[in-house]
């Protein structure tokens, strides 16, 4: 997933007013405002109440549904190989997360930048957080190494490892 084509689909969503969040590698690097390292896919953050206009967006690029972890979290592909990973939530009246993927609250609160485009993403603070509880690798020692100089966030305890070993 490019960059041009990872600005192109957010700018297609979210020209119909469908509100769309940037997670994962490039929320890392829309944060950092460049673009760090190749993405195999584009992962966003929508509500539930969007789905269908996202994927009917999406269907007629030519994208189709290739896994369904659950009910809100799913991934397309299409033809070309690019991918996207879609979480989905219900937000309440009062602007917290009440099912879904639960984006705890703060955290959609992000801006970045992906060539040169603004863009809504996750939280830095959000972003570092989220990049723990599982098998780290070195990528999310760089991802979060990067984010945490550049917006003074101390390190995650389970990063020590790779820190030592640099």
Partial sequence: MTAADAIDLYAELQAPGINVWIDGGWGVDALLGSQTRPHKDLEIAIEERDLSRLTAALKARGYREVIRHSQWNFELSDDRGRQVEVHSFVLAPDG???KGIMYPTGSLTGTGTISGRAVRCVSPEWMVKFHSGYDLKE????DVSALCEKFGIEL???YVQFKNSS
Avoid: L, Y
């Fill in 156 to 158: 995650p305890r389970g």
């Fill in 139 to 142: 990528k999310d020692f760089r």
């Fill in 96 to 98: 917290n997360v009440e």
